[in-house]
């Protein structure tokens, strides 16, 4: 089972920027997809965002298209998240995930492999 480690989060100003980090300790081939899923206090963990093994097939929650974006680096073995444009509404701990299931149904992670979290807050 691989081991995450997210990093990146803070508290920031609504309308700026932030930058997640996953860092991923064996991050070999797979057929699944890694990404992000986001918990806000009182509310279900919910889907945010990932990205195929080769980085050339994302998908998105309708809630962030057009602000955040993922990305990786396999060299690095590393997943980003870049968050622009945040609102009040985006502040929740992110969690890095592994083996996701993406179809044009939508996302969900096969087996469940949770990091630590970073908390995002986000003041209006």
């Known amino acids: 089972q691989v081991q995450l480690v997210e990093s990146g989060g803070g508290l920031v100003q609504a309308g700026d920027s932030l930058r997640l980090s996953c860092a991923v300790s064996e991050h070999t081939f797979s057929k699944y997809y890694m990404g992000w899923y986001r918990q806000a206090p009182g509310k279900e963990r919910e889907f945010v965002a990932a990205i195929s093994w080769g980085g050339g097939t994302t998908f998105y929650a309708d809630s962030v298209k057009g602000r955040f974006t993922i990305s990786k680096d396999n060299a690095k073995d590393t997943i980003y998240l870049q968050m622009n444009s945040l609102q009040p509404e985006d502040t929740a701990v992110y969690y890095c995930?592994?083996?996701?299931?993406?179809?044009?149904?939508?996302?969900?992670?096969?087996?469940?492999?949770w990091g630590q979290g970073t908390q995002v807050t986000v003041s209006s």
């Open positions: 995930a592994a083996d996701i299931y993406c179809s044009g149904y939508g996302c969900h992670v096969i087996a469940p492999n």
